[in-house]
């Protein structure tokens, strides 16, 4: 008998998914010329019961398939922008079908895009720590650049939590275009963030040290360690962060956690929480009590509201002083100038998130089970009124019920808020491995008028979730559709890997509002570990196909001067420095011979001149820790020392050709003093 009704609600969903199927348009025809018509409904398998059946497939599992379920061709709807976590790059992800569709080089060498094999050697030395190659990052949150406060496409951000570095991305061609280093601070953690138009990127510190970690003793804490928060100007032309009109904010030695920009009301203005407001120094193997608990003694900390607009002018008027060359405003001159003010936000608080309208301020205390709602209106009229008391240092500290618009009671753990379009925030839940529905007050009071802000539902996670993301849930205009579940634990969802286990990534609908939300899909991120991600509607993404013209430099995003054009191929020698002018083009490299004495330093050009999509060449010479790809109409340049002599076979890495293992060359490096050389001379 149950088994009748699960046969029958597997056909009418069948049935259901078929109309789905049937009113989706038709596909454009892929560039191979494979493209199919969408199928009919009458071209459904009759073995989906049976497979359905076999595999043990519920009704949930089968909507759940068909939800994510892309037929070859078919694009997704959205790109998820994640941050690879402590493998330094950026992953793309599509939604709904969540398969992984690039990871884009950035902190660390990355051999298929050549990165820091040949080309972004200098973008990756940019982010060198006073002379130290650092070539790892523990990326944490990405930031999409925005107009208005909604994401623009354009470009995208990302903080470096362990150096304090900051990565431009060009999302013309998803690749890493410039790193910056803090030099007020060695690590960050509140950025990266974008303010509404992309004027700034924040990015906020978080472990309290001497500004330009400088060596002072742990017991001069409270007098010597600082907090504090950089806001980089973005030159949206250059696509470039402008260090020259940059500037940071000194702050107490709190530790600064996560930043958020106004928008809309309270656009100007930066929120960023922070915990350790005990100024705990640690020391358990001096009988102190560890971070853990010095850290989190007190009922409350301290969330940061800072007046950028204030500050960007007392920037501009030269009132700041020097660290390491980088402009700073000192915590007297923010307190004086009114750009700084606390107020206190319980308990062991993480995130801070701004409401779309940008009248909210939502913070949740890990060891709390409420979120903390604050309101703007409230901040602002307590700061007209003058009410406050101040800190140890004399920072204004605004009471709690003067600016506290609601507290929820979500559940254990909360970290992390997204919002929906109709109106709902979604809190991850840490300690109940759990998302937390709950409806806004303000413009959408009306949604349930005797208690506009509470908890409405939840969905179970699996595990211990982390940040989670909505469509564009940080934006002025969420989508709602879908959020993603950043779990920190796996457990049990995989197939055992060993003692590291995978990130997890799950899709969940949130889609039918007001309903249950289902939980769609598990992704497994096998490199990480991963912390925010952004979801951009993949329509707002341009990226080109082929670079504009042949010859193009991607980091000047314009025609190289070294461009090679066919029939310019040539080597040119001058001393002991060589330059090769090369052509890549299916299938060989013109030249194919290339002789050089040991000890030559070599400049290598190479151009693509391929118009086509998707007709990428490599170019790797053994032994030389040499490999780039190039993308058609890319030119690039390696550079290396000739100190090997003997015979290398450079060839090309992409398999690019039905010859495409012919595409190669032999690069010969003459020994000094060998026979040959001196029979030339
Ligand atoms: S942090 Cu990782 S779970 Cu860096 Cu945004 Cu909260
Ligand atoms: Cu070019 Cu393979």
């Known amino acids: 008998m149950k088994r009748n009704v699960l046969v029958l609600a597997v056909v009418a969903l069948i049935v259901l998914a078929g109309c789905t199927l049937a009113r989706r348009p038709a596909q454009e025809p892929t560039p191979s010329g494979e493209g199919e018509a969408a199928p009919a409904v009458s071209g459904l398998s009759p073995d989906a019961i049976a497979i359905a059946q076999e595999r043990g497939l519920g009704p949930d599992d089968i909507t759940a398939a068909l939800k994510t379920y892309l037929p070859t061709g078919v694009h997704d709807d959205y790109a998820i922008f994640s941050s690879g976590g402590h493998s330094g790059q950026v992953l793309v992800i599509g939604v709904p079908s969540m398969r992984l569709l690039k990871v884009i080089g950035v902190f660390t060498p990355e051999p298929w895009q050549g990165w820091g094999y040949g080309v972004g050697n200098d973008v990756l030395d940019e982010g060198n720590v006073d002379g130290n190659e ?8 990405p930031a999409l650049s925005e107009t208005e406060g909604d994401y623009d496409g354009q470009f995208l951000f990302i903080n470096d939590k362990a150096n304090a570095r900051v990565a431009v991305i060009d999302l013309r061609d998803f690749e890493n275009k410039q790193i910056v280093k803090n030099q007020v601070a060695v690590n960050d953690h509140g950025g990266t963030f974008a303010t509404p ?34 806001f980089w100007k973005f030159d949206r032309d250059a696509g470039r962060l402008d260090e020259a009109e940059s500037f940071a904010i000194e702050l107490p030695p ?45 009922d409350t900390d301290y969330m940061h509201i800072i007046n950028l607009q204030k500050a960007e002018e007392v920037f501009n008027a030269g009132k700041t002083f020097d660290v390491r060359g980088f402009p700073v405003i000192s915590l007297d001159t923010a307190v004086e100038e009114g750009i700084l003010y606390l107020t206190p936000e319980p308990k062991s608080p993480h995130g801070v998130a701004v409401t779309p309208d940008g009248q909210f301020l939502v913070v949740s205390g890990k060891l709390d089970p409420h979120v903390t709602v604050y309101s703007f209106d409230k901040i602002m009229s307590t700061i007209e009124a003058e009410k406050w008391d101040t800190d140890d240092y004399g920072v204004p500290v605004l009471g709690l ?3 506290k618009e609601a507290q929820v009671e979500v559940g254990l753990g909360p970290l992390h808020t997204q919002f929906d379009d109709q109106g709902y925030a979604y809190t991850s839940l840490f300690l109940d491995s759990a998302v937390a529905r709950w409806s806004l007050g303000g413009d959408f009071a009306d949604l349930h008028p005797e208690d506009p802000w509470q908890l409405v539902s939840k969905i179970n996670v699996h595990y211990n979730i982390g940040h989670l993301l909505a469509a564009e849930g940080d934006t002025v205009s969420p989508d709602g559709k879908y959020l993603v579940a950043m779990n920190k634990w796996a457990l049990d969802r995989f197939a055992n890997v060993g003692p590291l286990l995978p990130q997890n990534f799950q899709l969940i609908d949130i889609d039918n509002t007001g309903d249950a939300m289902q939980l769609l899909y598990d992704m497994p991120i096998g490199l990480g570990e991963p912390h925010y991600a952004q979801m951009i509607e993949y329509a707002k993404l341009s990226p080109w196909e082929v670079y504009p013209e042949v010859g193009w430099d991607p980091q000047t995003q314009a025609v190289s001067e070294n461009a090679v054009l066919p029939g310019e191929e040539k080597v040119v020698r001058n001393g002991n420095e060589v330059e090769v002018f090369m052509t890549a083009v299916r299938s060989h490299f013109t030249p194919e011979h290339v002789e050089i004495q040991e000890g030559d330093h070599v400049t290598w050009h190479i151009t693509n001149i391929e118009r086509s999509y998707d007709a990428t060449h490599g170019f790797a010479i053994p032994a030389y820790n040499i490999n780039v790809s ?37 690069l010969l490096v003459e020994p000094n003093g060998s026979s040959a050389m001196l029979d030339q001379e």
């Open 401 to 403: 019920d003067d600016v």
């Open 630 to 666: 190039i993308e058609p109409g890319e030119a690039a340049t390696v550079e290396f020392d000739a100190n090997q002599p003997g015979v290398f076979s450079y060839y090309c890495t992409e398999f690019c050709s039905a010859l495409h293992l012919e595409m190669a060359g032999y």
């Open 134 to 141: 650092v070539r790892w990052a523990d990326t944490h949150h």
């Open 254 to 298: 709190y530790w600064q956690d996560l930043c958020d920009a106004g928008k809309l009301a309270s656009d100007g203005w930066v929120f960023c929480n922070s915990f350790n407001a005990e100024r705990a120094t640690g020391g358990v193997e001096e009988g102190n009590p560890p971070f853990e608990a010095g850290a989190s003694q007190g």
């Open 197 to 230: 138009n992309t004027e700034y990127v924040i990015e906020g510190g978080q472990y309290a040290a001497p500004l330009g970690w400088e060596y002072a003793a742990l017991d001069d804490y409270n007098d010597t360690y600082r907090g504090m928060v950089t």
